[in-house]
């Protein structure tokens, strides 16, 4: 007990010293707050890295990386350690840093070499890509108000591959090809989400991700990833293609659109793409033919947008991923089937909406939705080619499932036909997207009760 009270001092003197460091550095040497703060995360890194090998309870470093997120937030707070909080963008990565490690370490406490890759991906992978798209980064994209650059983003994916691959190789007993082909997997998924995380968030979101993918993978033979991983390379193909021809798709937006498919393709299966696929399609198919039409559209799309338009659906499909994990009955609910009519409804009531905005933008002076008859047929469009398909290829094409799927449509529907209508709703684009949001969560809450009802035998 002692011995680890006393390691956890001098770690925890460690990083006040490195603090310090930097604060005396950013006071007589003047580097950009940027390389300052990179400087940091890397050189406390350091020790991070060690910590499986240093520390032997979980509580240990629980204690440690609150009293530093605390030192954080508070120095933050005071306008103290420039040398971190200096940034001009708004971030909390400062913040998220020792969350992320406190994170990585309780679940990682068994498996070191998988804790050592993820950790190097928000220690290495994160300062490198940083630094260097500083330095020599000229393909700029937007993620919101922030800027990227793609060669900010290749150094990272080419860095986080070698992170992955090296302790995959070097610490465990997987097979060289099988590392090669999931650093690959990994070092993509990963850049994507770097690429579209907000205010910091990837210091949490990379190496969680990073970490969770190792551990689903690692005991799949080369062709289950190889098949994911030309799974991921085909979604990023056809989304960048037709987001970015139709201009419904910025870069990030493209970027958080591929992600969201894919995450369909792992939680749910082929088969659940097909209604997203063919919504996603269908909406940019729209868009081209209406592209003479005089109709001021939307400005593409980025993260944000992106993700209010998937939010219930990640939802429902990560419910429908975990409750089986972790719970024993019953037997409807655990199946596989309880959530497919949800999704498929979900997907037909965001593709209605994203129609009757593409006839009608939501806009400042422009408050009113299509007709009512449009509005109807555009809703009976979207079911007719989003549920028969969406619901055969989970094999969930009954009458109830289908019930169930136009329920949360309609419902969504006619919420935000009447929601555009009121004039205290902002009428801006990012507004918008979340209205449709708010309609798809309330629809979905309301119809859920009677669908589990149903299935639960009445």
């Not at 991906?121 to 922030?146: K, M, N």
């Not at 099988?178 to 070092?187: E, T």
């Not at 719970?327 to 596989?336: F, I, Q, T, V, Y």
């Not at 709703?425 to 629809?443: E, G, K, Y």
Request: aromatic share 12%; net charge neutral; proline share 4%.
């Amino acid at each position: 007990m002692w011995g680890e009270l006393v390691r956890a001092l001098l770690v925890g003197a460690s990083f006040l010293l490195i603090f310090g460091l930097a604060e005396l550095w950013r006071k007589f040497g003047h580097p950009s707050v940027e390389l300052s703060r990179k400087s940091v995360h890397f050189t406390g890194g350091l020790i991070v890295l060690a910590f499986p090998w240093i520390f032997d309870s979980r509580w240990t470093v629980i204690g440690l990386v609150a009293v530093f997120a605390f030192l954080i937030w508070g120095t933050e707070k005071v306008g103290l350690l420039k040398s971190i909080h200096g940034v001009t963008r708004d971030t909390e990565g400062g913040l998220f840093y020792p969350l992320a490690v406190g994170l990585l370490f309780v679940l990682a406490y068994d498996s070191p070499s998988f804790y050592l890759a993820a950790a190097l991906t928000l220690i290495v992978s994160d300062a490198a890509a940083a630094i260097l798209g500083t330095r020599y980064g000229t393909t700029i994209y937007s993620v919101e108000e922030d800027r990227r650059s793609l060669e900010g983003s290749v150094s990272f994916f080419v860095i986080t591959f070698l992170v992955v691959h090296l302790p995959l190789l070097l610490m465990t007993d997987i097979d060289p090809a099988v590392s090669v082909i999931l650093a690959l997997l990994v070092s993509i998924i990963v850049t994507l989400l770097e690429g579209v995380s907000l205010r910091g968030s990837d210091n949490v979101i990379v190496p969680m991700a990073t970490f969770y993918l190792l551990i689903r993978f690692a005991s799949d033979d080369s062709g289950i990833i190889a098949a994911h991983l030309l799974a991921l390379f085909a979604i990023l193909a056809l989304v960048g293609l037709f987001g970015l021809a139709s201009k419904l798709l910025r870069t990030s937006g493209v970027m958080a659109a591929t992600l969201f498919f894919y995450s369909v393709y792992l939680f749910g299966g082929p088969g659940w793409i097909v209604a997203p696929a063919i919504a996603f399609i269908s909406v940019v198919a729209v868009r081209y033919a209406l592209r003479d039409s005089g109709i001021r559209h939307d400005a593409q799309h980025q993260v944000l947008a992106t993700l209010y338009a998937v939010i219930a659906l990640l939802v429902i499909l990560v419910v429908h991923d975990v409750l089986p994990r972790v719970m024993s009955g019953p037997e409807w609910l655990l199946n596989g089937e309880a959530f497919q009519a949800p999704f498929v409804g979900v997907v037909a009531g965001q593709f209605t909406m994203m129609l009757i905005t593409q006839f009608s933008p939501f806009q400042p002076g422009s408050r009113e939705p299509t007709s009512i008859a449009m509005t109807v047929g555009l809703l009976g469009l979207a079911l007719c080619l989003v549920a028969p398909l969406g619901l055969g290829s989970t094999g969930e094409l009954t009458l109830a499932s289908f019930g169930t799927a136009t329920a949360i449509a309609t419902v969504a529907t006619l919420l935000y036909w009447l929601m555009r209508k009121l004039p205290g709703w902002p009428s801006r684009t990012p507004w918008n997207m979340r209205l449709q949001a708010v309609c798809i969560i309330f629809a979905t809450l309301v119809v859920m009760p009677v669908h589990f009802w149903i299935l639960g035998g009445g």
